[in-house]
């Protein structure tokens, strides 16, 4: 009987109801981590006497129902897919980075707020370029507002959070094209739904994708050019994530146990950024994402030094040994070395949030060659891939969307290769098996 183990650090206290263990472990499979506390059970104590709350948000003022003030979103409107707003109360850091993004006043003045007409009036600007006018079933019923201003305000305050990268997150999102605003909008409902399911947001976050991919086609059909490759940049990185982070993703699902291979696409597509930025290259220097591009090189130039180009001194023996690496191997005659020259430092590096944004990196470099062995369950390719699946489970702290699909794609791989008799196989799986939460079968063949 196999297991899964509790990621670290998933455990219950004792204090804790039954309701909320499971909330809890819930929320550990959810894309993006979010604090979503539960209802506690409360003891009866005789009512006190107490003043009222005047720093709930606005919403919940509006509705005339008891605030939890929980900052930058309070439960309550998060529970109703509605927009949140603290007027004028906002945590000042979250002010000056909403302030950049939408283009608003300075934060610190008497008369800012990141009122609702402010959100809509931005996305409805980035917006107007589009021919095609927003659907009218694109209205939340519950709250009266646009699904784009609750998915545009929630991308702001919480998704660009979860971007480990902060020369990425300072930037992403500040060039308002049609197709990069439809895709900020999708990213934010991906991530709010991830979080709080809800079928009226999962049709918004659909039609939004549908969007942002028509416009972003049809724009890099026209070919990459200097007024247009800042958006372009910004849409690539950004979709991504609807790859990596699937509604309600098992490891059965894998390409790996549905032997369909066109369910592996999803790691294929990661090397979109890289085409991209190779068509780019002429006008990256004048980009608005030159100075993040350049700081990101300096920083992996330290990590992926190519101290050895030939053989395998520094790689792990047992992964040279399962992959046929000698002294005389280079990348020209084995499909293995490249990857694993590129996994090796990645492993070796302190776990913490810069170094988890280029541990991300390792799948957006892998060629079409060592691809298609991934594709066709070759042994070796799934060992290299599980070790990097497993790296990213331990960086889960700061790379939450891994709990879409990396982890179960890892735990995939682990069950589809248990049963080998090699011995130099079942002890490679140990470190992605550990790393992933799955218990491995005490019995080979």
């Given at each position: ?8 650090g ?31 059970q ?41 927009v ?14 909403i ?9 610190t ?8 007409e ?32 609750i ?12 971007v ?20 900020i ?28 991919i ?16 800042d ?9 991504g ?5 699937p509604?309600?993703?098992k ?10 291979p ?21 006008y ?31 790689l ?13 191997t280079?990348?020209n005659n084995?499909?293995y070395?490249n ?9 070796k ?13 390792f799948?957006?470099?892998l060629?079409?060659d ?29 790379q939450p ?27 490679l ?13 005490t019995?080979?063949g």
């Amino acid at each position: 009987m196999h297991q899964i183990k509790s990621p670290a650090g998933s455990g219950t206290s004792d204090d804790r109801s039954s309701e909320d263990s499971s909330s809890d472990r819930q929320q550990l499979q959810t894309v993006f981590r979010i604090s979503l506390p539960g209802k506690k059970q409360k003891t009866f104590h005789a009512r006190r006497a107490h003043k009222k709350s005047r720093g709930g948000c606005v919403t919940c003022k509006k509705r005339r129902v008891k605030c939890d003030e929980q900052k930058p979103l309070c439960q309550k409107c998060q529970n109703k897919g509605l927009v949140c707003s603290y007027t004028p109360e906002l945590d000042l850091a979250h002010q000056k980075k909403i302030s950049k993004a939408l283009g608003v006043g300075d934060p610190t003045a008497t008369f800012f707020s990141l009122s609702f007409e402010d959100v809509l009036n931005k996305v409805e600007t980035a917006l107007g370029f589009d021919s095609r006018p927003i659907p009218p079933k694109l209205i939340s019923q519950s709250s009266g507002h646009p699904m784009s201003t609750i998915a545009f305000q929630h991308f702001m305050r919480c998704s660009l959070e979860t971007v480990a990268n902060p020369g990425i997150r300072e930037v992403m999102g500040s060039d308002m094209n049609p197709h990069v605003m439809y895709t900020i909008l999708a990213v934010g409902l991906l991530h709010l739904n991830r979080v709080s399911p809800n079928k009226e947001r999962s049709y918004a976050e659909i039609y939004f994708w549908q969007r942002a991919i028509q416009l972003y086609q049809k724009e890099l059909s026209t070919s990459v050019r200097a007024d247009n490759v800042d958006a372009l940049l910004s849409s690539c990185m950004m979709m991504g994530v609807m790859t990596i982070c699937p509604e309600n993703f098992k490891p059965t699902d894998s390409w790996v146990l549905t032997n369909k291979p066109e369910r592996m696409n999803w790691l294929c597509l990661q090397s979109g950024l890289r085409i991209i930025i190779t068509l780019a290259a002429p006008y990256i220097p004048n980009s608005i994402w030159a100075s993040s591009f350049e700081s990101i090189h300096k920083e992996e130039l330290k990590i992926f030094e190519r101290e050895y180009e030939t053989g395998r001194d520094g790689l792990d023996s047992d992964l040279a040994d399962l992959c046929g690496i000698d002294e005389y191997t280079t990348e020209n005659n084995s499909v293995y070395h490249n990857p694993l020259r590129i996994l090796t430092p990645l492993l070796k590096l302190e776990k913490n949030r810069p170094n988890a944004a280029h541990c991300a990196t390792f799948m957006g470099r892998l060629e079409c060659d060592f691809l298609a062995l991934c594709r066709k369950r070759e042994v070796p390719a799934l060992v290299i891939l599980a070790h990097w699946l497993g790296l990213m489970c331990t960086v889960a702290e700061w790379q939450p969307w891994i709990e879409g699909r990396i982890r179960g794609e890892c735990i995939a791989i682990c069950m589809f290769l248990e049963t080998s008799t090699d011995p130099l196989v079942r002890r490679l799986l140990k470190f992605p098996a550990a790393a992933c939460g799955y218990e491995l079968s005490t019995s080979s063949g």
